[in-house]
């Protein structure tokens, strides 16, 4: 995405997530910081949602503060905010004011309701929006009464990063492909609620076919099945399985040694007999011991590891998934491209710091201090 500029209004979670990836794949970020930090408090050198990009300081509520920001989205690709539905409009950034300026621009908003709806000028957080739409209600947790108790939270991966950001990544580029093909710029309304939906489709053709039952801890996938589960080990430590196939269930079942007198993979009656008899072979041992036992194995066993663990897995190190960079462990850009691969061209942006490169480089010289009164 060399040569794609790309205008973020300084927001927290999804919007900026989406930014990064952008930046990730080349894009010239720049992120339109506000005068006051930010909410969360973090630390810039730690906000890895902030790297490969570039921050200048605006002030929207400021006289001069709109026109700054139209002059950058003149000269942008792609514009990203968050805001409740008409906030921007009321500062002056807004779509119509934008696209007018530049009739070719791409203007992403990231919502969690969307722009209309009745609960579009609501307040929310990513476990609502999950919950709504049908995604949370999936997520069991690994207690024995996973069907009856309270859904598990998966960080907010699966809605703010997953149903979010990604969703309008996506969208941004699609309208970016038909924005240098035609010469006309649009709108895309990314809201988590309808990403999150988005991504249980093959599951709702599923309940619809009559092969999903509507409830958590009970379905093949979502921990109802035995062998599609999680287990703890002696030590604490939990073990994933997925031995969904019968050839790889049937070296699961070797390797666990299960006996020949276990309940066969697809006895459904019996697999709460099946269950309680993997989890007694887990127990045995702790997680370790485990992994030893089905390493180089095609039992789709692997252990559950937390996030400074994973930085040290065999397979991620050997990949490069994790790198540090200025002492921080994070991922490294995804996918990965055989010709254009994405790179970490810069540490996380400090709010204003690059005000005189943003102004030379675009443009608009406004930037070069913070828009007065």
């Not at 970020?29 to 506000?34: K, L, N, Q, T, W």
């Not at 993997?278 to 036992?293: D, N």
Request: hydrophobic share 45%; glycine share 14%.
């Amino acid at each position: 995405m060399a040569g794609v500029r790309v205008v973020e209004l300084a927001g927290i979670g999804p919007g900026p997530f989406a930014a990064m990836l952008l930046g990730d794949l080349g894009a010239d970020v720049v992120r339109v910081d506000r005068p006051e930090p930010s909410p969360l408090g973090i630390d810039p050198a730690y906000d890895v949602a902030g790297r490969n990009k570039r921050s200048v300081v605006v002030d929207l509520k400021s006289p001069g503060g709109p026109g700054l920001v139209l002059a950058l989205a003149a000269r942008a690709d792609l514009l990203i905010e968050g805001y409740r539905p008409g906030v921007a409009e009321r500062l002056g950034v807004g779509p119509e004011a934008c696209l007018a300026r530049n009739p070719a621009l791409v203007y992403g908003r990231m919502t969690g309701w969307g722009q209309d709806g009745p609960l579009a000028a609501r307040a929310g957080h990513d476990i609502g929006y999950t919950a709504v739409s049908g995604a949370l209600g999936l997520v069991a947790p690994l207690a024995a009464d996973a069907a009856e108790g309270p859904p598990a939270l998966p960080a907010n991966l699966l809605g703010d990063y997953a149903g979010g950001s990604l969703y309008l990544v996506v969208g941004l580029l699609a309208a970016l492909h038909h924005a240098r093909a035609t010469g006309a710029g649009q709108v895309v309304d990314a809201a988590i609620v309808d990403g999150a939906a988005h991504l249980t489709a093959v599951l709702q053709g599923l309940l619809a076919g009559g092969q999903w039952q509507d409830r958590r801890g009970a379905n093949l996938l979502d921990g109802g099945a035995p062998f599609y589960a999680v287990y703890p080990a002696a030590d604490g430590g939990h073990l994933a399985v997925g031995a969904l196939e019968p050839q790889f269930y049937a070296e699961f079942a070797r390797l666990l040694e299960l006996g020949p007198d276990a309940p066969g993979q697809w006895e459904t009656a019996r697999w709460p007999e099946l269950r309680a008899r993997i989890a007694a072979r887990f127990a045995e041992r702790p997680r370790a011991a485990w992994e030893a036992v089905f390493a180089g194995s095609d039992a789709c066993v692997e252990p559950v590891l937390t996030m400074r663990q994973a930085h040290a897995h065999p397979h991620l190190a050997d990949r490069a998934t994790y790198v540090e960079v200025d002492g921080v462990t994070q991922p490294a850009p995804a996918p990965r491209f055989s010709a254009t691969p994405g790179a970490l061209r810069r540490p996380p942006a400090r709010p204003g710091a690059d005000a005189a490169g943003v102004a030379a480089d675009w443009g608009v010289p406004g930037l070069t201090a913070p828009p007065t009164a």
